[in-house]
């Protein structure tokens, strides 16, 4: 089986565990970082991915980086004009599969005008996983990308109650997705909650974690 390269934009959280769980099912990942500082930082725990430190928006730096042999590219970053750029560029050179990280609506609907169709907002596709959780549905399969090395679980947070989530105890490999927040009247409240976010005692917490 001959395996594809993927290159990813945005060594943050998002990208370095997209990294992780895509050069663990076999392709040869490689990633853009901005910061020198998070550089240094992902060359000590991602041995196996190809990091380059620059900045994405230079076709020069794509270039290196190996974005005229990419088969699958990542614009993951927190700035949705950096990413559309990004992705914009990518197209250009002749990658047949694009996935962009975006919030911004005008730049959704110019990324899709030039036929950049994989948008990944965030806050939608957690809503979306949550409603089908809610209703008994599982939605693994929003997950086919990663060959299903993810699980989803929803667990009660009786035990965290007043703690904030960069406190929780938990392995590396899992990750807060979101808190359903229980309010009167069983109305529930979708949170996407910061490293900061208090947890409160009867809220649901929603995890992510990598399959063993």
């Known amino acids: 089986m001959v395996r594809e390269n993927v290159l990813i934009v945005g060594g943050g959280r998002t990208g370095e565990e997209a990294s992780s769980l895509l050069e663990s099912v076999g392709y040869r990942v490689s990633l853009i970082e901005l910061s020198p500082k998070r550089c240094e930082e992902l060359s000590e725990k991602s041995q196996n991915v190809t990091l380059f430190c620059g900045d994405s928006r230079l076709p020069s730096v794509l ?3 190996g974005v005229k042999t990419t088969d699958i590219f990542f614009a993951l970053t927190n700035d949705d004009e950096a990413n559309a750029l990004c992705a914009i560029l990518a ?3 002749g990658v047949k599969q694009i996935f962009v990280r975006l919030r911004d609506e005008a730049l959704m609907e110019t990324c899709l005008k030039l036929g950049i169709e994989n948008i990944i907002n965030v806050p939608k596709i957690v809503a979306g996983i949550i409603s089908m959780k809610l209703e008994g549905v599982d939605p693994l399969s929003v997950f086919t990308m990663l060959a299903g090395h ?12 007043g703690r904030i989530v960069k406190d929780i105890d938990m392995p590396h490999e899992r990750r807060v997705l979101a808190i359903i927040r229980h309010g009167h009247l069983h109305h529930r409240k979708v949170i996407v909650p910061s490293e900061d976010e208090e947890i409160k ?8 974690q990598k399959r063993s």
């Not at 989803?152 to 965290?160: F, G, N, R, W």
């Not at 005692?201 to 992510?208: A, H, M, Q, T, V």
């Open 91 to 93: 197209k250009s050179y």
């Open 150 to 161: 993810v699980s989803i679980k929803i667990k009660s947070s009786k035990s965290l109650g």
């Open 201 to 208: 005692e009867n809220d649901e917490i929603l995890f992510i």
């Open 63 to 65: 270039e290196n980086a």
